[in-house]
Each structure stands twice: as C-alpha cells, then as structure tokens.
C-alpha cells in the first residue's frame, strides 16, 4: 500500500486500515513515522519505521538488490 499523504492525516485515519496486515511507514528522516508507528502499534497494528527514514530505505534497497525507484526516491 503506498500511502503517500501527510502523516498527521494518517495518525487521524489509521484506525480504518486492515489489522490483518503488515505495514512499514519511512519519511525522510523516520522522526515522524517512528511516532506513527508507535501509536499504530499500540492500538494493536503490526507497523514498523525505517530507521533513518528514506535514506535508511534507499541503503536498504541497494544492500538488498531491489530498485530503490520503486520505494518512491533515489539518494
């Protein structure tokens, strides 16, 4: 699921989201969806924060083979 909106809308909306599945949020510092991530899990999500946001997911995606293109940015 891409969601590419503002993270405070997303904190307001969560609680509509699937429970039943997986979700890894990345900004472009992790600062804003490691507090997302806290609050999802909280109320019972599986969710999970890149550390070091969009950088941390670009390093990630390289160290893994994958397109960095398809998570959105290139660093």
């Given at each position: 699921m891409d969601e590419r909106r503002d993270e405070w809308e997303l904190l307001r909306d969560f609680k509509r989201l699937d429970r039943d599945r997986t979700y890894i949020l990345y900004c472009a510092h992790g600062i804003r969806t490691a507090y997302l991530?806290?609050?999802?899990?909280?109320?019972?999500?599986?969710?999970?924060?890149?550390r070091g946001g969009l950088h941390g997911v670009m390093q990630y995606a390289r160290e893994h083979g994958l397109d960095p293109h398809a998570f959105g940015g290139v660093r």
């Open positions: 991530a806290e609050q999802m899990q909280r109320a019972g999500f599986e969710a999970y924060s890149f």
